[in-house]
């Protein structure tokens, strides 16, 4: 696939694209467009497509094992919403123009790349807690903005992927406060399950905005409609009182409270970061491996689906 560069587009075509975003006009996937912005949104939408994906793997590692069978149901029904969100992020991403099939090979080829966060182990029940509540708060705070992005479709998908994820949130402080009343060894696996994903969490909004290239043309065409850190800062401000509240501490020696309400943290370990997002994480290749290997798997399932289609070339049998 050719895309051009900015450069080489027409500028009175850029000129009334600019305008139509600045109208707070959605773009549809049949309008004109630069080719940087569909790259920006093919690129954007199948990670977060896969992020979604890949997601399972951490939370669907202790579905054997949840200690009641409320809590079983409650998370596979989870589980299941994070698929639910891959599938409408790839719809929304193949209206550009790229197939399904060519985002999942760019995946397994390592050009794509998922969310940082699901490269960390998940190593008890506690985990559980700790995802629901920090890596899905995170993403709320992220995709609730990302409701006003210029793109149409993934506009549109994140509304309901916002709705979910609020549930999912709350099913996760639900067991962290559940733990936190519980004994003191429930209490110290929260309490170790906040440390470990506490900075990892911070991690999912990206590097600061100084070091974020794809920053600058992402919030001049609204796809991005907040920084990496505008964000960041109110995941943090929003859930350091929730943990408070409930009596975990939150793994920052430098947390200072300012004067107008909001937290100053301590810095982010960026060099854990780039390593992680460059496939040297703890789980990166375990999750691709299994990744491609549940893909293979499915084929059967794959070819079932369509083979009514190649029969018939696509046309509607009646009767
Ligand atoms: N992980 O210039 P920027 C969820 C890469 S959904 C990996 O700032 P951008 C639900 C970035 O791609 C979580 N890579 O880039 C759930 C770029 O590399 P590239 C997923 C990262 O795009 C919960 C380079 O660094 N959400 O969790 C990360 O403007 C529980 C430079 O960065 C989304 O994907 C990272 N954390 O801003 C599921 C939201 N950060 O591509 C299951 C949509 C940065 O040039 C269980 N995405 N990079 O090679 C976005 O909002 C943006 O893409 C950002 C990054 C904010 C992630």
């Known amino acids: 696939m050719h895309f051009k560069k900015l450069e080489e587009e027409d500028p009175k075509k850029l000129e009334a694209f600019q305008a139509r975003i600045d109208a707070e006009e959605r773009i549809e996937p049949k309008d004109w467009m630069p080719d940087a912005y569909r790259y920006h949104n093919i690129?954007?939408?199948s990670q977060h497509a896969h992020s979604e994906v890949i997601g399972m793997q951490p939370e669907g590692n202790w579905l054997t094992r949840a200690p009641s069978l409320r809590s079983k149901k409650i998370?596979?029904?989870?589980?299941?919403?994070?698929?639910?969100?891959?599938?409408?992020?790839?719809?929304?991403?193949?209206?550009l123009g790229v197939s399904r099939d060519t985002y999942i090979q760019w995946l397994h080829e390592g050009k794509a790349k998922y969310s940082s966060i699901f490269n960390y182990p998940t190593?008890?029940?506690?985990?559980?807690?700790?995802?629901?509540?920090?890596?899905?708060?995170?993403?709320?705070?992220?995709q609730v903005s990302l409701t006003r992005?210029?793109?149409?479709?993934?506009?549109?998908?994140?509304?309901?992927?916002?709705?979910?994820?609020?549930?999912?949130?709350?099913?996760?402080?639900?067991?962290?406060?559940?733990?936190?009343?519980?004994?003191?060894?429930?209490r110290q696996m929260a309490q170790d399950a906040l440390d470990r994903f506490?900075?990892?969490?911070?991690?999912?909004?990206?590097?600061?905005?100084?070091d974020?290239?794809?920053?600058?043309?992402?919030?001049?065409?609204?796809i991005k409609r907040a920084t990496n850190d505008e964000l960041r800062q109110k995941f943090i401000d929003k859930t350091i009182p929730q943990a408070e509240l409930i009596g975990l501490k939150i793994p920052d020696p430098e947390l200072e409270l300012q004067a107008d309400g909001s937290y100053k943290t301590g810095e982010i370990n960026w060099e854990e970061f780039y390593n992680v997002i460059k496939g040297n994480g703890p789980c990166n290749r375990e999750r691709?491996?299994?990744?491609?290997?549940?893909?293979?798997?499915g084929a059967w399932v794959r070819k079932a689906c369509t083979a009514f289609n190649e029969k018939y070339k696509g046309e509607l049998v009646l009767n």
Request: proline share 3%.
């Open 43 to 45: 690129r954007q939408i």
């Open 75 to 95: 998370l596979l029904a989870k589980i299941q919403d994070e698929a639910g969100h891959g599938l409408y992020l790839y719809c929304a991403a193949e209206t």
């Open 123 to 142: 190593l008890n029940w506690a985990d559980m807690g700790a995802i629901g509540w920090l890596v899905d708060g995170a993403a709320i705070v992220n």
């Open 149 to 186: 992005t210029s793109y149409g479709p993934y506009a549109r998908a994140m509304v309901r992927i916002c709705k979910e994820e609020s549930f999912h949130q709350r099913q996760g402080y639900e067991i962290m406060t559940r733990m936190m009343n519980g004994t003191k060894e429930q």
């Open 198 to 210: 506490w900075w990892p969490s911070l991690m999912m909004f990206g590097p600061h905005d100084t």
């Open 212 to 222: 974020s290239p794809r920053s600058k043309l992402a919030l001049q065409w609204k």
């Open 288 to 297: 691709l491996a299994h990744h491609r290997e549940a893909h293979a798997r």
